[in-house]
């Protein structure tokens, strides 16, 4: 709760800042970022609360998803050796030091600095097929399809 609070301040600041900055530019923020989309949606005019609410269960929901992604992506590849071969060589083919000599900081640098994902074909390879088998949402509209397209 303490985390979600805090989130919520933040939010509160940052839509101050980008309301002043949209006063001072005369009209709608040219960012592209989610929250400046969503301040220029008629749908949050003067709605703050409701614009932070929707924020946080955007950032849960992405927090879910990888949540969901990496554990299902450990599961399977435990389970397939070939692939968790395939997976390690990848990754080390990339990397200037053995798995075992890497340190917590050092996995920082390689996953935030060095990208590691768009470095590893593999890797990505991994990822969409966990997501496709396993999709954080299973179903995200009402309609059916009930014949060929």
């Known amino acids: ?13 940052l839509i101050i800042e980008r309301k002043n ?4 530019e005369g009209g709608n923020q040219k960012s592209g970022d989610f929250l400046s989309l ?4 008629e749908l949050f005019a003067d709605k703050d609360e409701y614009l932070i609410d929707e924020c946080l ?3 849960l929901a992405a927090t879910m998803t990888t949540t969901q992604l990496i554990n299902n992506g450990i599961y399977y590849l435990t389970k397939h050796e070939d692939k ?12 200037k030091q053995k798995f075992s000599e890497l340190t917590g900081e050092a996995w920082k640098k390689i ?3 060095d990208e590691l994902l768009n470095m590893c074909s593999y890797l990505g390879y991994v990822v969409n097929e966990v997501l496709r088998i396993d999709p954080s ?3 995200s509209t009402i309609h059916e399809i009930s014949g060929d397209c």
Not at 1 to 8: E, G, P
Not at 21 to 24: L, R
Not at 84 to 95: C, E, M, P
């Open 21 to 24: 900055n949209m006063k001072q």
């Open 57 to 59: 269960t955007f950032m």
């Open 111 to 113: 996953i935030l600095e």
């Open 137 to 139: 949402l299973r179903f």
């Open 84 to 95: 968790l071969s395939n997976f390690r060589k990848d990754i080390g083919g990339h990397l």
């Open 38 to 41: 969503m301040l220029n949606d």
């Open 1 to 13: 709760m303490a985390n979600s609070d805090r989130f919520r301040e933040f939010l509160r600041k």
